[in-house]
C-alpha cells in the first residue's frame, strides 16, 4: 500500500516541524535549482561559451542546463525516497531500490517526445541530470557497466507519486502535474504533454505506477544500450552542463536555510573578480621598492595564450606569475595552482594573503591557516560532516579574486572529484598558474594535457625545466602557438653548488658548519631513516628539528611552520632541520649546506634548490651519501641515474648544467590523458587523479578518546599518513571513514612523528 503523504506534498529533503520553506518541496527546490544554474550561466556569460570552446549559442547551453536542473530531482517522486525524508525509512537498514537520480532518467525517459520538442538538448540534459550525485556508472574510481545498482530493499516493486486513477480515469498524480506544469511555464515546453507509447500504456492498464525490478531492469537496459550505442555526446558541452548542475544543485540545497536570495549571492559573489590596482598591490608588497627582473616583464608581455617559464630555484618566477596575471588576469579570478598543500600555504601566506580577496583551498587549508595565525582556534561546535564542509569551503571560494590551491583543485574536475566540481563557477572564469610542473606524474601531468587542450583561458606554466618530449606534447595539446620565456641566465648560471658524494654521511661536517652559525638542510629518503638521524643529531647535543610527512597534520604544520622560520634571515640561529621528500617542494628556504641521500635526479635537483637558493656569493656544499635500501621509494636503476647525475660535475655547479644534464637523459614519460569527465558520456563518478601511493590516511587508537568528540571537519588535524598493508589495513575498525590504527603497532610522539612498533 502506498504512503499517504504528510505533509500532502512530494518532498526534496527533510524539514523540522515549524520550519517549513516552499524550497524543502519538490517544486521548489527544482525551481530553486532552475533559477540556480540559469543565474550562473548568465553571470559568467560568453566567458562560459569561450572558456570551453564551445560550439553552441550560450542560449543552446543555458537551455540545456536548465533542463538538467528541471529534470535532475524527478525520480524523488517515489515511495521509499518520501519515506526517508520523513524519518519513516532507515537508509541504511532498508536502502531504497534505487537512487533517485537514476529514477530521474527512467522517469525523464518516458517523457522524451515532450522534452524533445522544448529548448535544449535533452540527451545532454538527461544524462547531466544522472551523475548530480557522481554515483552513477562507476564503483571505486572505475567505469561499470551498471546503470544504477538495484539494491536490496526489501521490496521487489516501488511506487512512484506519478499517476492517479480518479473516478477510474488515469491522470497525473497532483504533486507530479505542478512538476509538469512549471515545465511548461518557466521552461517552454510544450503544453501538451507526450510520452512514449509504453509508458502511454501503462497509465491505461495500471491503477497506480508501480514499477517491478524486472520493468526496472528492462528500462535501465533500454536507455543504457541507447545512450552507450547510438548516442554521440558533445563531449565538452555535456562536462559543462555536469560541472553546472553539480554546483547549482549544492548552492540550491544551502542557500533555503539562510535569509539569501539565491540570485543576488550568486551574482555578486561570482562577479567579483581582479583588476590592475589589486594584483599591483601583491607585486608592490613582494617587490619591496626594488625593479621587476627583465624576465618577469617578459612573462606579462607574452602574446601567447599559453606561456611557459622556465626558470630555476629562487629566481622570481612567483612574482613574475602575478605580473603575468597583471596582463592576463584582469576582469578574471586567478588560481594559482601548488604541486602540495605545503607549497599552496606558503605561496598564499607569502603572496596574497591580506593583499587581495583570496582563499586558500586545499583539503587542509583550515589547519595550516589557524596555525599560521594563533594555533589555538576555537573548534566549531556542532557536528558537520565532510561533504557539507568541502560545499561550504568550495562556496567561499566563489568570491575569491584569488585562489591559491593544491593543483587537484583544478585538474581533479577532469576526474569528477567534488571539491573543483563545486568550484566550477570559479574554474569557469579564472586565469591558472601551475607552478613545479616538472614535479608531476604521469597521472597529473597527462590530466594538465588534457586540461591544456579544452581549456581555452589564459595559462602560465611554470617549471625548472621543461624535457622536449614535454614541451612537444604541451604544444600538440594547446593546438596553437606557446610561448616559452626562460629565467635570468645571470642568476642560472651562477655557481651555487659544490658536490660531494661518499659511502657515509660526514657528522664532522656538519657541526662544523653548525659552530660556524650555519644552516643545513639534510634530506633523507624514508621517514624511518629521518628518524634515525634525527636522534642522532640529539644526542651530539646539535640543535636539531624534524620534518617530514608522518605527523599528524597539526604538528605537521608545527614543524613545517618552525623549519621554515629557523631559516629566515632574520633567525640568526644555526640550525639542523632533517626531513625526508617534503623538503623537495615544501620548504622554500636557503641552506648554507646540504646533506642528502642519493636519490633520483628530479628529486636530487629539487632537493639542491634549498641549498644556497637566496646566492651567497659563491659555491657551497652539497654533501651525499648512499642509499642502501633499493625498491622503495627509489628503483635501483634511479639511484644509480641519481648518482650519475652528482659524478658528471667535479667543479662548481650551476642550476644551468642541471636543467641540461636532466634535459639530455631523462626518458619519456607516458602520461595518462584519460578523464571520467570527459571520455565517459552519460558516466558520472569520482577517479584518482594522481598515481596510486603506498601510503593510507589513518587515525591513531591512541587519539580515539579526542576525535570521538570532533566534527568530521576537524579530524584532519589528527589524522597521519603511514605506510601499511593494504589488506591489513581493510581489518582495522573506522572512524568516520578512517582506519583506525592499533596502539600495539603504531606509536606517536609530537617529536617524532608516528612509527612502527618493531615486534
Known amino acids: 500500500m502506498q504512503l499517504k503523504l504528510e505533509p500532502d506534498l512530494l518532498l526534496a529533503k527533510s524539514f523540522q516541524p515549524g520550519k517549513w520553506k516552499g524550497s524543502y518541496g519538490l517544486v521548489g527546490h527544482t525551481a530553486d535549482v532552475v533559477n540556480a544554474i540559469t543565474i550562473l550561466v548568465r553571470v559568467l556569460g560568453d566567458r562560459l561559451i569561450e572558456q570551453f570552446g564551445l560550439k553552441c549559442t550560450l542560449a543552446q547551453l543555458e537551455a540545456t542546463a536548465r533542463q538538467s536542473a528541471y529534470i535532475h530531482d524527478w525520480g524523488k517522486a517515489n515511495e521509499h525516497f518520501q519515506k526517508v525524508v520523513r524519518h519513516q525509512r532507515d537508509p541504511l537498514k532498508n536502502p531504497q531500490l534505487l537512487r533517485h537520480e537514476v529514477l530521474s532518467i527512467l522517469l525523464a525517459w518516458e517523457f522524451r517526445e515532450w522534452f524533445e520538442n522544448g529548448p535544449g538538448d535533452f540527451l ?8 548530480h550525485h557522481l554515483k552513477l556508472g562507476g564503483k571505486k574510481g572505475e567505469p561499470t557497466s551498471e546503470f544504477g545498482e538495484i539494491r536490496p530493499s526489501g521490496d521487489d516493486k516501488l511506487y512512484l507519486y506519478v499517476i492517479d486513477r480518479i473516478d477510474g480515469k488515469p491522470q497525473f498524480n497532483r504533486h507530479f502535474q505542478q512538476l509538469l506544469k512549471y515545465g511548461v511555464k518557466k521552461l517552454g515546453l510544450p503544453a501538451k ?31 543504457n544500450e541507447f545512450l552507450s550505442n547510438e548516442w554521440e555526446p558533445d563531449a565538452v558541452l555535456l562536462a559543462v552542463v555536469k560541472a553546472l548542475l553539480i554546483p547549482a544543485d549544492a548552492i540550491a540545497s544551502a542557500i533555503p536555510n539562510t535569509n539569501l536570495s539565491i540570485s543576488h549571492w550568486i551574482t555578486q559573489e561570482v562577479q567579483r573578480t581582479l583588476d590592475e590596482e589589486k594584483i599591483q598591490k601583491v607585486i608592490n608588497a613582494r617587490l619591496q621598492n626594488n625593479e621587476l627582473r627583465p624576465f ?4 606579462a608581455q607574452s602574446s601567447a595564450r599559453v606561456t611557459l617559464a622556465r626558470a630555476g630555484c629562487g629566481t622570481g618566477k612567483t612574482l613574475g606569475a602575478y605580473n603575468w596575471a597583471k596582463s592576463k588576469a584582469i576582469g578574471r579570478k586567478l588560481i594559482f595552482c601548488y604541486p602540495t598543500t605545503g607549497t599552496s600555504t606558503e605561496g598564499f601566506l607569502d603572496y596574497v594573503h591580506n593583499e587581495v580577496d583570496a582563499i586558500l583551498l586545499h583539503s587542509r587549508a583550515n589547519v595550516d591557516l589557524e596555525m599560521a595565525k594563533t594555533g589555538e582556534e576555537d573548534a566549531a561546535g556542532e557536528e558537520i560532516n565532510n561533504e557539507v564542509a568541502l560545499k561550504l569551503e568550495s562556496f567561499q571560494a566563489w568570491g575569491a579574486e584569488a585562489i591559491v590551491c593544491t593543483v587537484d583543485t583544478v585538474l581533479g574536475l577532469l576526474q569528477c572529484n567534488r571539491r573543483p566540481l563545486y568550484c566550477f563557477p570559479v574554474i569557469a572564469q579564472a586565469a591558472f598558474v601551475f607552478d613545479e610542473v616538472h614535479c608531476y606524474d604521469d597521472c597529473l601531468f597527462g590530466a594538465l594535457l588534457r586540461f591544456l587542450a579544452v581549456v581555452k583561458a589564459p595559462i602560465l606554466l611554470m617549471s625548472a625545466s621543461f624535457l622536449p618530449w614535454q614541451l612537444e606534447a604541451i604544444q600538440k595539446a594547446v593546438g596553437e602557438p606557446i610561448q616559452v620565456i626562460s629565467g635570468p641566465q645571470d642568476l642560472e648560471q651562477q655557481y651555487r653548488y659544490r658536490f660531494d658524494y661518499t659511502d657515509n654521511p660526514n657528522w664532522e661536517r656538519v657541526e662544523t658548519e653548525l659552530k660556524e652559525g650555519g644552516k643545513v638542510l639534510w634530506v633523507c629518503n624514508q621517514v624511518n631513516t629521518a628518524i634515525a638521524v634525527y636522534r642522532e643529531a640529539k644526542a651530539k647535543g646539535l640543535n636539531a628539528t624534524l620534518y617530514h610527512s608522518r605527523f599528524r597534520y597539526e604538528d605537521r604544520v608545527k614543524h613545517h611552520r618552525k623549519v621554515v622560520d629557523a631559516f629566515k634571515a632574520n633567525h640568526t640561529q644555526p640550525v639542523l632541520a632533517i626531513a625526508t621528500q617534503v623538503a623537495e617542494m615544501s620548504l622554500d628556504l636557503s641552506a648554507t649546506l646540504l646533506v642528502s641521500q642519493i636519490a633520483d635526479p628530479a628529486g636530487l635537483i629539487q632537493r639542491l634548490g634549498r641549498l644556497n637558493r637566496r646566492y651567497c656569493g659563491r659555491a657551497l656544499d652539497a654533501l651525499f651519501y648512499t642509499d642502501e635500501k633499493t625498491g622503495f621509494p627509489y628503483s635501483q636503476e634511479q639511484l644509480e641515474q641519481g648518482l650519475k647525475l ?79 598493508n593494504i589488506k591489513e589495513v581493510k581489518t582495522w575498525k573506522k572512524h568516520k571513514f578512517y582506519p583506525i590504527a592499533p596502539s600495539d603497532r603504531w606509536n606517536y610522539s609530537p617529536d617524532l612523528g608516528v612509527y612502527e612498533i618493531k615486534s
Request: hydrophobic share 40%.
Open 296 to 299: 618577469q616583464i617578459q612573462l
Open 124 to 131: 545532454t540534459a538527461l544524462a547531466a541530470a544522472g551523475g
Open 646 to 724: 652528482i659524478q658528471s660535475f667535479t667543479g662548481e655547479v650551476c642550476q644551468a648544467d642541471l636543467a641540461q644534464w636532466l634535459e639530455s637523459v631523462a626518458k619519456k614519460g607516458n602520461p595518462d590523458t584519460g578523464s571520467v569527465l570527459l571520455d565517459q558520456s552519460w558516466r558520472t563518478y569520482p577517479a584518482s587523479l594522481r598515481e596510486a601511493g603506498f601510503t593510507v590516511t589513518v587515525l591513531l587508537e591512541q587519539d580515539l578518546r579526542t576525535v570521538k568528540y570532533l566534527s568530521s571537519k576537524e579530524l584532519p588535524r589528527y589524522t597521519v599518513p603511514i605506510i601499511a
Open 193 to 223: 504533454i507526450q510520452f512514449s507509447k509504453s509508458f502511454a500504456q501503462e497509465l491505461k492498464q495500471r491503477s497506480a505506477l508501480i514499477w517491478s525490478v524486472t520493468e526496472i531492469k528492462d528500462k535501465r537496459k533500454e536507455i
